[in-house]
């Protein structure tokens, strides 16, 4: 390790005054222009964790779903996973070193993770379309080469693009060729394949309009898009050619307004979806023949995903044990479907979708969504031989079954919540089911709800347990919020402090729109007046 070398670039890449960040499930989040220095050190420790693990790390330069002024940087671990939790600590120190304590941090975190420093180092690199994004990747490469790492800059990427890239690189191709040819032709040859056994009555029901959130998606899916199109007709909106990215449009913004993105014509019973700005999460929605606008988020995403994995399963007469996941933002209603309905066993972690994913791998076939859309199904490697091994095995309709599971495999992008993928999935279970989106979103009526966020001095006072579903600090807190919950109908509610500013996050849901309003409102007050709460009063609609 070449110190001296280190400390004359770090000079060309400042860390300003004052400034402090935390490495979270997102990574790094900031405006763009204070994240030069940040760059340039996730490069340098990009190159530390591939000699640790001698395997090739990837880093996303994206801020997913944030404002277009914003940008933001995430490490990509071996197998496509997110950063170890103990290498993001090491992230966060590394980026809120002052310079004259480069060298020392860098070689303590090289010594606790017995980092050998003679090993070669590769690193890929990805990013979205913000203005901000190739400038930054210079950074990120300016840290990678001067600790001695080789890369590949694969440029615009969606991040479970990278993600998969990652992945391929280190199973040395067993998970897929680690191009973009190779993403396109895996996810489209399955899709093909699964969509062979479907009857549709008319080209209406494989028509698909797609708001692209002004970002990255749109250009992977338009140069995609011919390798599936006899199976599908996407029509893209928000594609980039003009608006600001995730500005009035995207997953995020349809998901908490619960109202369609600007720029988008919507006919009735039309089926719509947004991917947020790195597509890597996916809501759909339609309006119905009165004009009423109709969500379908990650929860109902998940139930139809693991309603139709449970039907093939018991086709071919097969007991792999299939769990979902969820968060305590998870609708009631979906909770209570799959437990009683489907009899599928249901999960809940702490929101983040490393939790997820980590709780999901205890399962032959773990499902998980965020009810934000973020999510994807995890096939166990004993599962995938199973799966496979019946494919080859079985005669007649049990075959084609366990032909469907092997496609289903395929289509995932196992490495992370993909929004390209996870259409394609649903898509072909609509058509294999012959199901309308109507008929899709009436598997079970969500209880009405409502998010808010309350602008606090400090998030920190706010802690939590059982899966953030019940707060520990400030004292008398909770018991206000269960008082507060005993007035109304099939309610609940639950706050939890913001990973990324400094808000309090308020969920609250119960059996009609203006009791979920309402209790939404006054447990917001509750956290203001318990919790610190600075500026307005928190208003609807945040």
């Not at 209570?336 to 997820?356: A, F, N, Q, S």
């Not at 205890?362 to 490697?381: C, M, P, Q, R, W």
Request: hydrophobic fraction near 40%; charged fraction near 25%; include cysteine.
């Amino acid at each position: 390790m070449d110190l001296d070398a280190i400390t004359k670039h770090s000079a060309l890449h400042i860390k300003p005054n004052g400034l402090i960040l935390q490495y979270g499930t997102a990574g790094f989040r900031a405006k763009a222009e204070h994240l030069d220095h940040v760059m340039f050190r996730m490069g340098l420790l990009a190159v530390l964790r591939s000699k640790q693990t001698k395997s090739t790390i990837g880093v996303m330069v994206t801020a997913s779903h944030n404002p277009e002024e914003d940008n933001g940087v995430k490490l990509i671990d071996p197998l496509g996973e997110m950063l170890a939790p103990s290498w993001e600590e090491h992230a966060t120190c590394l980026a809120n070193a002052e310079e004259q304590d480069m060298q020392r941090v860098l070689m303590d975190i090289s010594e606790k993770a017995a980092v050998d420093l003679q090993r070669k180092a590769f690193v890929v690199i990805g990013r979205d379309t913000r203005p901000s994004s190739e400038k930054l990747s210079q950074s990120v490469i300016d840290g990678i080469t001067v600790l001695g790492g080789q890369f590949h800059d694969y440029g615009l990427l969606t991040t479970p693009q990278l993600h998969y890239m990652v992945c391929c690189r280190n199973t040395h191709g067993g998970y897929g060729t680690a191009t973009i040819e190779g993403y396109y032709q895996k996810l489209s040859k399955a899709f093909v394949e699964l969509t062979k056994q479907a009857f549709c009555s008319g080209d209406e029901n494989r028509s698909l309009k797609v708001d692209c959130a002004n970002g990255i998606g749109a250009l992977k899916l338009r140069e995609m898009e011919h390798y599936f199109s006899q199976g599908l007709t996407v029509q893209l909106f928000n594609d980039g050619t003009k608006g600001k990215l995730n500005h009035l449009c995207g997953a995020d913004f349809v998901k908490s307004h619960q109202k369609p993105p600007q720029g988008m014509e919507m006919k009735s019973n039309e089926r719509c979806c947004s991917f947020d700005g790195d597509a890597d999460r996916i809501v759909y929605y339609y309006r119905d023949t009165d004009g009423q606008f109709h969500l379908i988020d990650g929860d109902k995403i998940a139930t139809l995903i693991s309603s139709f994995l449970k039907e093939l399963l018991l086709e071919v007469e097969e007991s792999l044990n299939i769990g979902v996941v969820q968060t305590a933002y998870a609708n009631g209603s979906s909770t209570r479907y799959l437990e009683e309905v489907m009899k599928v066993p249901v999960y809940c972690t702490k929101t983040g979708v490393k939790h997820l994913h980590h709780k999901a791998q205890e399962f032959d076939i773990g499902v998980y969504f965020e009810a934000n859309g973020h999510g994807t199904v995890l096939f166990s490697k004993a599962a995938e031989m199973k799966i496979k091994q019946l494919a080859e095995e079985l005669e007649d309709k049990k075959r084609k079954a366990a032909k469907m599971l092997e496609n289903m495999i395929n289509l995932f992008n196992q490495a992370a919540g993909d929004a390209i993928s996870d259409m394609l999935v649903i898509e072909a279970i609509l058509a294999l089911k012959g199901l309308t989106v109507q008929q899709w979103d009436a598997l079970y009526t969500d209880l009405p709800n409502r998010q808010l966020k309350v602008k606090v001095v400090d998030r920190q006072l706010i802690s939590t347990t059982d899966a953030e579903r019940r707060a520990v600090t400030p004292p008398g807190l909770q018991e206000a919020i269960d008082d507060l919950v005993k007035k109304y109908k099939l309610s609940r509610a639950f706050v939890r402090p913001s990973g990324t500013e400094d808000v309090v996050r308020v969920y609250a849901e119960a059996d009609s729109q203006a009791s979920a309003d309402s209790l939404a409102r006054e447990v917001s007050l509750a956290v203001c007046q318990l919790a610190g709460g600075v500026g307005e009063s928190p208003q609807l609609g945040f």
